[in-house]
Structure formats: structure tokens, C-alpha cells
């Protein structure tokens, strides 16, 4: 079993976070300095070794997002900008990494690996909400529709005025 990260054990999150800008805006990169800074500004004793491991699983995730931002943004390109069909694409996506995470990271903590879990049931309840509520309003704009064609055409309208009077409903022109 894995020990686990001594950073992540020895310092609590407010060092954590402002050491993780520290990373970032070092470029990941002088470790013995970022060790003295921390012991300087903090008063705790982290061994260059285990800040660089941290560092280096830091700066994988940061990499990890930039992937997923880029992908999503493809995603985006390749749907035309389909809403539907981009929020299924990205809650796919999103789903995927956080179950490889929970499976590859040993360092999760039951609370962590709890929260990773919440984090997907919203994600799959928001997804189902989102396909519930566009299944409805298309329902209503066919029953809106339909019902425009029925008075209209008993009034005698051309088909291409029914179908133009089906767009408006619908939002397309």
C-alpha cells in the first residue's frame, strides 16, 4: 500500500495551496529554494525529495486538465456548438477521468475518494436532468407546432408557409 504524500500529510491546505503557486510560479523547478521558502515563511521541514514528487504529480495534473480543456474545446468544434450533443461529449469525458483517477490514485483518502464519488452522481444527475428537460421542450415545440398547423392550414396556407410558421416555433429562423 502506498505511503501516500508527506506534503500532502505534513501541511495543511492553506501552505498547500499558496506551495502550489510557489510550484507554478517556479516553473516547477528550484526545489532546494521552495524547500527554504517553506521552512523561512511556514516553519515546516519538507525534504527536497518528497517536494519534488509532489511537485511532479502537481504539475501531471495541471498537464491532465490542459488535455481535458483542449479536448473539450474540440469536442465543442466537432459538435458544431450542439449544445446537447457537447454536454453529453464532456459529462462522458469528465466521467472517464474522474473513475481513472479514483482507480490509479492511491493517495485518495476515504473522504477524498467519497467526494470523488458525490462528484460523479451529480455530474450523471445533472446529465439526466439536462436530457429530461430538452426532451420536454422539444415535446412542447412539436405540440405547438402541430397545433399552428392545424389552424393554419384550414385557413389555406401553402405548404412551405406551414413549414416556414414550424421554423419560427421551433426557433430556426
Same mark, same amino acid.
Given at each position: 500500500?502506498?505511503?501516500?504524500?508527506?506534503?500532502?500529510?505534513?501541511?495543511?491546505?492553506?501552505?498547500?495551496?499558496?506551495?502550489?503557486?510557489?510550484?507554478?510560479?517556479?516553473?516547477?523547478?528550484?526545489?532546494?529554494?521552495?524547500?527554504?521558502?517553506?521552512?523561512k515563511t511556514h516553519g515546516?521541514?519538507?525534504?527536497?525529495?518528497?517536494?519534488?514528487?509532489?511537485?511532479?504529480?502537481?504539475?501531471?495534473?495541471?498537464?491532465?486538465?490542459?488535455?481535458?480543456?483542449?479536448?473539450?474545446?474540440?469536442?465543442?468544434? /466537432?459538435?458544431?456548438?450542439?449544445?446537447?450533443?457537447?454536454?453529453? /461529449?464532456?459529462?462522458?469525458?469528465?466521467?472517464?477521468?474522474?473513475?481513472?483517477?479514483?482507480?490509479?490514485?492511491?493517495?485518495?483518502?476515504?473522504?477524498?475518494?467519497?467526494?470523488? /464519488?458525490?462528484?460523479?452522481?451529480?455530474?450523471?444527475?445533472?446529465?439526466?436532468?439536462?436530457?429530461?428537460?430538452?426532451?420536454?421542450?422539444?415535446?412542447?415545440?412539436?405540440?405547438?407546432?402541430?397545433?399552428?398547423?392545424?389552424?393554419?392550414?384550414?385557413?389555406?396556407?401553402?405548404?412551405?408557409?406551414?413549414?416556414?410558421?414550424?421554423?419560427?416555433?421551433?426557433?430556426?429562423?
Amino acid at each position: 500500500m502506498a505511503k501516500g504524500s508527506i506534503v500532502r500529510k505534513k501541511l495543511p491546505a492553506h501552505v498547500r495551496e499558496e506551495l502550489e503557486k510557489q510550484l507554478v510560479k517556479h516553473g516547477f523547478a528550484d526545489y532546494t529554494e521552495l524547500v527554504e521558502w517553506l521552512k523561512k515563511t511556514h516553519g515546516y521541514t519538507i525534504s527536497r525529495a518528497a517536494l519534488h514528487r509532489f511537485g511532479q504529480k502537481l504539475e501531471e495534473r495541471i498537464k491532465k486538465i490542459s488535455d481535458i480543456t483542449e479536448i473539450a474545446k474540440a469536442l465543442g468544434r /466537432a459538435s458544431n456548438d450542439n449544445e446537447e450533443e457537447l454536454t453529453i /461529449a464532456t459529462s462522458r469525458l469528465i466521467s472517464a477521468e474522474l473513475f481513472n483517477n479514483l482507480i490509479k490514485n492511491k493517495e485518495l483518502s476515504t473522504a477524498e475518494l467519497k467526494e470523488a /464519488a458525490q462528484s460523479i452522481s451529480v455530474l450523471l444527475r445533472s446529465k439526466v436532468g439536462l436530457l429530461d428537460y430538452q426532451r420536454k421542450v422539444q415535446n412542447n415545440i412539436t405540440s405547438a407546432q402541430n397545433q399552428a398547423e392545424k389552424l393554419v392550414s384550414s385557413a389555406g396556407l401553402s405548404p412551405d408557409k406551414i413549414k416556414l410558421l414550424r421554423g419560427i416555433i421551433a426557433g430556426i429562423t
